[in-house]
C-alpha cells in the first residue's frame, strides 16, 4: 500500500496529513506558521508538520510515494514555485518550494492552489460527490473560490476562481487588495475586521473586541465573530449581514454566468457557522437568480479542518 | 457538396442563409420579425426567408442537408421546443418548432440560444479563432453571453451566459428582468431607452428622440445612439458611460471568476461602436481586474450580421 502526504499550508496554520489509498487518514498533526522570518522558516515548518504526520502514521516522510503542498499566492505547479505570497512572512519572489521541501522530506512534492485542491477534495470526497460542475468558496479571511465544471478543475489560465474579487458594488468599499467594490471588502475576515477597528474608534459600542481580548486573542477570529452574534451585538450582526449579502450577491453572479448544479461553502467563517450559513446563502441569492426556479443546491463542506490537506494529496496521484 | 441553412431569428430580424461546407454564404435574406399574432406567425416567416435565402444560393429548403435555428427564449435543442420568447409576440409555452419549421421546410431543423451559436461561430470563424476560452458579450436590447472553456461550449444546465444578469450594483437600478442592479439595467438598449424616456419626461434636455424621428424610427436603435454621440448630446453620453461602467464591471468579474483567455464583443449596439468600443471595455475593465498585469484580449466580432445565422447552420454538423 502506498502512503501519500497532503500539506495545507495557510496564513495561520499548517496542517499535515498522511491518507492511504483510500485517502483514510492515517496521521495528522498541525502547527501554526512562522509569521515573522521568511520562505525557509516556512518550509521548515512545512517539513515539521509532514515529519510529525508521518510519524503518527507509523511512518517516515522519505517512505511516502509523495506529499501535496496546497498553498496560497501564485501557485506555478508544473515549475513547483510559489510567489507572492502577501499571508505569508516576506514571500514576494517566486520559491522553489517543490524541490527545497522534497530535498528536506527526502521525497517528490507536488504544489497546487490551496483553494483549488480543497474544492477537487470536496468534489472528490465530501459534499460534492452528488454533482457535476460546482462552486466551492471559501469564506475566511479572504473568500477564495474553487470551480469544477463537468467534472474537471477549470483553473483558466491558472488563476481562476477568484470569487472574492468579483465586483458587487460598482465604486463601493474599499478591498485589502486595492480595488473597490469586491466582495471580500464585505465579506473577508480581515476587511470585516478593519471596519470593526475603524468604527470602534470613531466611537461605535460594540463588544467584538471585549470578546476578543477575552478569549486572548489578537484578531477577530471566527470564534469571536460567532460569541458577538450570540450576545446580539449590533455592529457584528450589521457587518455579518453585509457579508452574506456580498456573498450572495457574487455567486449569485456566478451562477448566472455558469449555471452550474451546486455550491460548496467551506473555510473558517463558512465551516463555522455551517448549515444555516448555507442556507441564508441560499435564501439571499434567490433574488438575484435569473433561473430563480431552480438554483444550485448550495451545501456546507464536508470535510472540516482536513479539506485542504486531503485536497493536496490527491496531488501526488494527478 | 451538402448545403445547410442557418437562421438567426431576433426581436426585430430574422436573418437567414444557405452555407456550403466551407461555411460560405451562397445566399441570403431578411425580413422583419412579426411584431403581433403568435409562434404560427413567427415560424412562417422563418420558412419564407430560409426558403428565400436557398432561392438566392440556387436551391429549394428541401434539398439541404438541414436548417439550425438560433433562437432567443428557453430553448430545448433535445426536445425542439422554444418557450418564453419574451421579445416574440405571445410565445410563452413551449412551442416544437423543430417539427413545425422542419415539416415547412421538408428538412430537418436543429435549434440553439441564439447567443450561444454567435459565441461559437466567432471562437470557429471569427475574431475568437487564436484563443482556447473566450466569452462572448452580445450588446443589443439586452446583453447575452456564451462562453467557450477550453476549445467547448460552456452551457451549464442550459442556461448558462446570462452575463446582463451578473450585478453590478447591490440594490442598484432596476432591470427589465425585474430584479436590481443587473448589468443589463444600465447597457441593455431596452433598458437605456426606459431611463432615456424618463429623463426626457422630467424635462431633461436631449435630442435622442428628435433624432430618432428623423431617422423614421419609433425606438432608439444603435444608429440613433450613435448620432448623438456624435453631437455630444449629453444625457446619451452619460447613459452610454454607464453602460459602459456597467458591461466593464460584469465581464472583469467574469474574467476574475474564469482567467479566460479573450473577450469578443458583438451585438447591435458593440458592433456599431466597434473598436472604439473594445478598447474602452479594456480600459474600463482594468481597475477591476484581480490579475491586471495579463488583461484577456477583447476583440469586436468578426462575423457582424451574420454571425447568429453562421453559428446556426453549424448546428447541421454536430
Known sequence: MALRGGIDLGGTKIQAIVVDDDDTILGQARRPTPTSGGPDDVIRALADAQREAAQAAGTTPDALAGVGLGSPGDVDADAGTIAQAGNLPDWHDAVPVGDLLGTLLGTRVAIGNDVSVATKAEFDLGAGRPYRSLLGVFWGT??????????????????????????????????????????EAYAGRKAMELTARERHADGEHTRLFKIMEEKGRDRLTSSVWAKAIEHEDKLALHLIDRAYRAIATAVA?????????????????GVRFGEPAAARLAEEMQPHLFNDERPPAVKVAELGDYGGALGAAMLVWP
Chains 1, 2 share one sequence.
Open 142 to 183: 479572504g473568500v477564495g473560490g474553487g470551480l469544477i465544471l463537468d467534472g474537471e478543475e477549470w483553473l483558466g489560465r491558472g488563476a481562476a476562481g477568484e470569487i472574492g474579487h468579483m465586483v458587487v458594488k460598482e465604486g463601493g468599499a474599499k478591498c485589502p487588495c486595492g480595488r473597490r467594490g469586491c466582495m
Open 253 to 269: 453572479s456566478a451562477v448566472n454566468l455558469l449555471d452550474i448544479e451546486a455550491i460548496v461553502l467551506g473555510g473558517g467563517l
